[in-house]
DNA sequence: ACTCCTCGTAAGCAGTGACTTACCGTAAGT
DNA sequence: ACTTACGGTAAGTCACTGCTTACGAGGAGT
């Protein structure tokens, strides 16, 4: 990952490996120390640690350090930008189809009771 | 892009490049041919076609021909799975936060009025 | 039929990114 | 103090992917 100012290119870009987002299903699921989830995955703990670090510098994931440990968690917030961004398509479909029943309903035949 | 049956992974694997969004953008501002896509973009014709392949097979994109040319355009249900897979996100969000909310005001000084 | 235009596909290359092993720092328990 | 458990970081390897150039197929117009 370069540097990355982009916000939502760093949280497509960090969710678009599948065993990253089984790291986050974990996460998701309560399982929060990096050893722990290790167990779950079929890659490495240090593979863990990587992908967990992805996952905080995305901002969707928070650790909080606890004794010798470190727990992560969900941070549904850094989902935003991704969230914004499909809404943009959904709006652009929405437009497109009411433009098509607009022009479609006049040239038919106009104004339907 | 190996094979993919999964569609939540085919649809982010495939945003998951910027210069494939920029191309996506473009026909979702209707800039509709490879080749009119590839002047406002700064890769050449043919690595436009590829993105164009791409999003094809995550299925949020669709081609018409019309005599020698291919218009593309936009197939908003495309974004259906990553969607729901965000939807999760939110849920899980407002799940966690009530709990907190009620043990919080269970803890503290049982029903407030 | 010949040329022009549009565009997908093949082949090859270079950069990136997801792994592994090895190592090191640090808190906790005895 | 020593040991044990946790876990982040470094270095190196390998596969993948996004790009380019070269090529070929097929409609449209003359």
Redesign the interface.
Same mark, same amino acid.
């Given at each position: 990952m370069t540097y990355d100012i982009d916000p939502l +290119?760093s949280v497509?870009?960090t969710?678009?490996d599948?065993t990253r987002r089984a790291v986050l299903d974990l996460v998701?699921a309560g399982v929060s120390t990096a050893g722990e989830i290790a167990k779950h995955v079929p890659v490495s703990r240090p593979a863990v640690s990587q992908h967990l670090k992805a996952l905080l510098d995305a901002h969707i994931v928070l650790v909080r350090i606890d004794g010798t440990r470190r727990r992560y968690s969900?941070r549904?917030e850094g989902?935003s930008p991704? +969230?914004s961004y499909?809404n943009d398509?959904?709006d +652009?479909?929405l437009d497109?189809f009411s433009a098509y029943v607009e022009t479609y309903a006049e040239k038919r035949d106009g104004e339907p009771k």
């Amino acid at each position: 990952m370069t540097y990355d100012i982009d916000p939502l +290119q760093s949280v497509i870009e960090t969710l678009s490996d599948p065993t990253r987002r089984a790291v986050l299903d974990l996460v998701r699921a309560g399982v929060s120390t990096a050893g722990e989830i290790a167990k779950h995955v079929p890659v490495s703990r240090p593979a863990v640690s990587q992908h967990l670090k992805a996952l905080l510098d995305a901002h969707i994931v928070l650790v909080r350090i606890d004794g010798t440990r470190r727990r992560y968690s969900l941070r549904p917030e850094g989902f935003s930008p991704l +969230q914004s961004y499909l809404n943009d398509m959904w709006d +652009q479909a929405l437009d497109e189809f009411s433009a098509y029943v607009e022009t479609y309903a006049e040239k038919r035949d106009g104004e339907p009771k």
